[in-house]
């Protein structure tokens, strides 16, 4: 095939490419500008399960195990979310961190509605939403690591 024709074949996909690219650009963008119709009450978004270890004198003698949802009041705020899942998981993975440095999750001592109200201040600053209608802890649980020594 001569080059001419060969570039001249590459040069219309190409522009045909990046025509309908900018048509999809457009339309999506339209879509995201009108947000949805429906009102929604209670829309949860599943941030998954967190496995977090508990320090006690250097060892780690118990994980917390967790199951966390968190309920928004818009399908927007769910798509904010999914589309930024890694970070929302890394905002709550942070906030059990530092709950565990503090002292606020100790094998006897979990408190879920103390959970609950870091996890749901953090996510409303790191996201800037308003609309964290509540935080959901479906599984909380402290599992011994099997590390412990028996004494007596």
């Not at 048509?23 to 963008?29: G, Q, R």
């Not at 949805?36 to 270890?53: C, D, L, S």
């Given at each position: 095939m001569p080059k001419p024709l060969l570039l001249l074949i590459t040069?219309?996909?190409?522009?045909?490419?990046?025509?309908?690219?900018?048509?999809?650009?457009?339309?999506?963008?339209?879509?995201?500008?009108?947000?949805?119709?429906?009102?929604?009450?209670?829309?949860?978004?599943?941030?998954?399960?967190?496995?977090?270890?508990?320090?006690?004198?250097?060892?780690?003698?118990?994980?917390?195990l967790a199951e966390i949802n968190i309920g928004v009041e818009t399908y927007d705020e769910v798509s904010l979310l999914s589309n930024n899942r890694p970070h929302v998981r890394a905002t709550v993975l942070e906030t059990l961190f530092e709950l565990e440095r503090r002292g606020d999750i100790k094998p006897g001592t979990v408190k879920p509605e103390v959970i609950k109200k870091a996890i749901k201040e953090d996510l409303e600053a790191t996201f800037d939403l308003e609309g964290v209608s509540d935080v959901l802890v479906n599984r909380l649980l402290i599992q011994e690591t099997g590390g412990r020594r028996q004494t007596g």
């Open positions: 040069l219309f996909v190409c522009a045909g490419g990046g025509f309908a690219l900018g048509e999809i650009s457009k339309m999506s963008a339209s879509q995201r500008d009108k947000g949805t119709t429906e009102e929604a009450q209670n829309v949860v978004f599943a941030a998954g399960q967190f496995v977090v270890p508990l320090f006690e004198g250097g060892k780690v003698p118990f994980f917390l």
